[in-house]
């Protein structure tokens, strides 16, 4: 990808906590880095370039797909933007490109703001507080949002995160508790839930990926007794980075980097992206929020490393 712009992803922060450090670029609130010493965990890209494939960026608000670009709610049809022309689909919401404000800094944390306004295709009205923090645990992102209008509001979140230990996923150990998968359509769409016993998606309590190709969503996940969910990916060096996220999330979108669309290598980083609901849910109403006129929406999702 050329480089366009030295400010394509906006204004920068940078944290960190001992040996680790977090970049994050106020467009999109992405996490453009994060490294442990001189070793960067994520496949990421330059602060210049538009990066590929939504790398690191917050999403809302819908995650993964709406078919054809179109849904009901409360009674009312709507149309939104086909952002995926080639998939008769509006994908990952509307905040691809949206500069967010950085409103507090801190050596250790950064937050970061947005309110999105009513537009076309999405008449409701979101305020966004997003923070980023770096401790003993790892790295924390929290997301609260606020429905600032004067009606209901259907929302979901979502994270993109690419972690990259090796120079192909091929290597990694994936340890992934979901017992039910989407098989999709050929526009990525879900026709139903099905069980992993016996299929290739089953990656509970661990296994080489291989050559698996995955660009698939799972749901029946297994947590720990405060509901959170932790995604293990392992290289053969014994390095482990884990993917967790809380009881807010209860989806994942697993992809394998199958189809880089910067002409990059492929399969040279994984992306597990935590999920409120699943794809397609403003149509099938799949783990989708409805949000009241003041209410609020906070969830939790994050990373951390072992060697």
């Not at 990259?164 to 994936?174: A, K």
């Not at 014994?238 to 209860?250: E, L, P």
């Not at 403003?282 to 994050?302: I, R, V």
Request: glycine share 12%.
């Amino acid at each position: 990808m050329p480089v366009v712009s030295p400010d394509a992803a906006g204004e920068l922060a940078e944290i960190g906590w001992g040996e680790d450090r977090a970049v994050i670029g106020a467009v999109a609130a992405t996490l453009l880095s994060w490294r442990t010493g001189d070793t960067e965990l994520l496949l990421t890209h330059d602060p210049a370039e538009l990066g590929d494939s939504h790398q690191g960026k917050a999403i809302a608000p819908w995650p993964n797909r709406i078919a054809a670009g179109r849904y009901t709610f409360e009674g009312h049809e709507y149309q939104v933007a086909l952002t995926e022309p080639a998939r008769d689909a509006a994908l990952h919401g509307l905040l691809t490109w949206v500069e967010w404000d950085i409103t507090e800094r801190h050596e250790h944390a950064v937050t970061l703001e947005h309110h999105l306004r009513p537009q076309y295709g999405y008449p409701f009205s979101l305020h966004l507080r997003l923070t980023y923090a770096l401790g003993d645990g790892g790295l924390r992102c929290t997301l609260q949002a606020t429905n600032t209008g004067t009606g209901p509001a259907p929302f979901g979140a979502a994270y993109h995160p690419y972690v990259r230990l090796t120079d192909t996923v091929d290597e990694l150990i994936v340890d992934l508790p979901a017992d039910t998968y989407y098989p999709t359509d050929a526009n990525l769409i879900p026709t139903g839930r099905e069980s992993v016993e016996g299929t290739e998606f089953d990656f509970r309590g661990g296994r080489k990926l291989g050559t698996t190709a995955l660009d698939t969503a799972y749901t029946g996940l297994a947590a720990d007794a405060d509901g959170t969910t932790s995604v293990r990916l392992t290289a053969p060096s014994g390095r482990t980075v884990t993917v967790w996220a809380d009881a807010g999330h209860r989806y994942l979108q697993v992809y394998t980097d199958d189809v880089p669309g910067t002409g990059r290598p492929a399969r040279r980083g994984i992306t597990v992206e935590p999920m409120t609901c699943a794809p397609n849910a403003f149509n099938t109403g799949d783990g989708l929020l409805t949000l009241a006129p003041g209410e609020s929406f906070t969830g939790s999702w994050g990373l951390s490393h072992s060697d």
